[in-house]
Every structure is written in C-alpha cells, then in structure tokens.
C-alpha cells in the first residue's frame, strides 16, 4: 500500500512540477479557440503545444501547461507523460490489489 502511495505521490509530483494543470468543465467560445488553433470553428480536439482538451458537450476537460516551474516543452510533456504512466500504475496495483508484497 506505501508502494501505491507513493507512486501516487510521486505521478502528482511530476505533474505539478511539470508546470501542467487540468482543465475539468471549462467553457471555452469561438474566440478564444480561434486564438489557439487558428480555425475559426467549434473543435471536439483543442490539441497544440500548449495541451490538449477534449470537448464533451459544451464543456471542455484536458490538461494546459502554464510555464509556472519550468519553460521547457521538452521536460514539461516527459514529465506528463512519466506522471501519467505512475498514476496508472498505482490505479493498477489498488485494482488489483498487488501492492508488491513478495508473498
């Protein structure tokens, strides 16, 4: 169970310090998606270099990267990538309840 937590822990970690946060139920107009993609139309998938968002229905959920720690696109969309994969780990192990006892 400490193994979970602290993958957990660590995924977050990586995530915040990554300069990433997420978008949940954000409504996003014509506008301001014209600013970021450029394409004056109502997109299911906002996707450039600054994140991706997905729309379902009028709401918009997803992740952005705001430069707070780190400037870096390189090192900010590794550490997503790592924290995603860590948190999925750690949903795995409480799922299946292997918590990496040698038993």
């Given at each position: 169970m400490?193994?979970t ?15 990433w ?5 954000k ?28 729309r379902i ?9 705001d ?30 309840g292997?918590?990496g006892?040698?038993?």
């Amino acid at each position: 169970m400490i193994v979970t937590i602290i993958l957990a822990v660590t995924g977050w970690a990586l995530f915040y310090f990554g300069s990433w946060h997420l978008i949940l139920g954000k409504k996003i107009n014509l506008f301001l998606q014209y600013l970021s993609t450029g394409k004056l139309k109502q997109q299911n998938v906002i996707l450039d270099g600054d994140g991706f968002l997905f729309r379902i229905n009028s709401k918009y959920f997803g992740v952005v990267k705001d430069g707070h720690f780190f400037d870096s696109p390189m090192i900010q969309w590794m550490m997503l990538i790592l924290s995603i994969g860590l948190f999925i780990w750690a949903i795995e192990m409480l799922l299946t309840g292997d918590f990496g006892n040698d038993d």
